[in-house]
């Protein structure tokens, strides 16, 4: 968008069309009573959203399958310490140390996303005070049942809990490192998130004590898991099987192989799964056996951080021995491929 006051004005592409909560409403102030089970509510006059929430759901659903809308974790999942005042205002918002967002002696509130003000936490030395800032984790997901029936937006679960937060970053940042496409990032893996009790240290009058609370567990699909194991076995199998699902494998190249090592002598083509019965496969392009070419080839999807995967796959091919076509065509199709995934990132 070139008009620059206009560039961060759009706000979040997705509405929020509603809450998930952990516990019951609160009563004269006091917090609600903790559920097994999550409690919906709608944004603003969202009658219909409630009611086709209870009628896909139910009124007390423990499981639900979600999507998240957005490819980071941060995106995704904010996590603060917060400081609510009466009525329901913020009044600060911190990382524990400096502050983010904070309201200011005018009665207006100051942002410092980068924090490059250092405004200190006026709790940081005091962790213990009554009316401490408190953690906060908000994560956005999509409910793809809610989409159909026609409430598009995101629906955000806020918790409370320590053990809550810890938990959900560190599986969002575990599906990212093995997300099998750096282009969709989380986007496109299904999630199940759940209520389910854990024993759990609390702070008691007469010092901690363990107890039972119903927190919120997130994991992704079986299909989703078992496509990286499919990963990992033609990794230990040293890149000789692709995996069952046509995926591209995420993460820095620097620390894996991208293509075959240059002392690996390509292999024969052999008819593939594409060739039709009876059908003699393509020759081997005479280029795939100057080892120099082909140095220079794998160098290139290193240059342009492509993954094994996303290597082959810009080839068209399981195996170098496979490419029937010319050198500059290969040179190209790699350029494309890097190109393509460099776009995406900086989208």
Request: aromatic share 6%; charged share 25%.
């Amino acid at each position: 968008m070139p008009i620059k006051s206009l560039q961060n004005a759009a706000g979040a592409p997705f509405p929020r069309i509603g809450k998930l909560h952990k516990g019951g409403q609160r009563s004269g102030g006091a917090l609600g009573q903790d559920l097994t089970h999550f409690r919906f509510s709608a944004q603003g006059d969202g009658k219909a959203v409630e009611e086709a929430f209870t009628a896909l759901y139910g009124s007390e659903p423990a499981m639900l399958r979600v999507y998240l809308p957005y490819d980071d974790v941060a995106s995704n999942f904010s996590c603060w310490m917060e400081q609510w005042g009466a009525g329901g205002r913020l009044i600060h918002r911190c990382d524990g140390e400096y502050c983010v967002k904070w309201l200011g002696d005018d009665g207006h509130y100051v942002h410092d996303p980068d924090m490059s003000m250092r405004r200190p936490c006026p709790f940081a030395e005091e962790r213990q005070a009554p009316n401490r800032c408190r953690e906060v984790g908000r994560l956005d997901v999509i409910l793809p049942e809610l989409w159909e029936a026609g409430h598009a937006g995101v629906v955000t679960l806020e918790t409370h809990s320590v053990h809550d937060i810890v938990h959900i970053d560190a599986v969002l940042r575990h599906a990212l490192e093995h997300s099998v496409s750096p282009r969709a990032g989380l986007r496109g893996i299904e999630f199940a998130l759940r209520r389910q009790p854990q024993r759990i240290s609390r702070p008691g009058a007469k010092g901690p004590a363990m107890t039972t609370k119903w927190l919120v567990k997130i994991e992704p699909a079986a299909e989703w898991l078992l496509a990286q194991l499919q990963l990992a076995r033609e990794a230990q199998l040293g890149g000789r099987f692709r995996p069952a699902h046509p995926a591209i494998e995420g993460g820095a190249p620097a620390d894996q192989e991208t293509g075959p090592s240059a002392d690996e002598r390509p292999e024969p083509a052999s008819p593939g799964p594409i060739a039709e019965a009876g059908e003699a496969a393509p020759a081997t392009a005479p280029w795939v056996h100057d080892r120099d070419l082909v140095h220079t080839l794998v160098a290139l999807g290193r240059d342009l951080r492509l993954s094994k995967i996303a290597f082959l796959e810009a080839l068209e091919v399981s195996r170098l021995g496979e490419i029937a076509y010319g050198y500059e065509e290969a040179l190209e199709r790699v350029r494309r491929e890097g190109a393509a995934i460099g776009s995406a990132a900086c989208g």
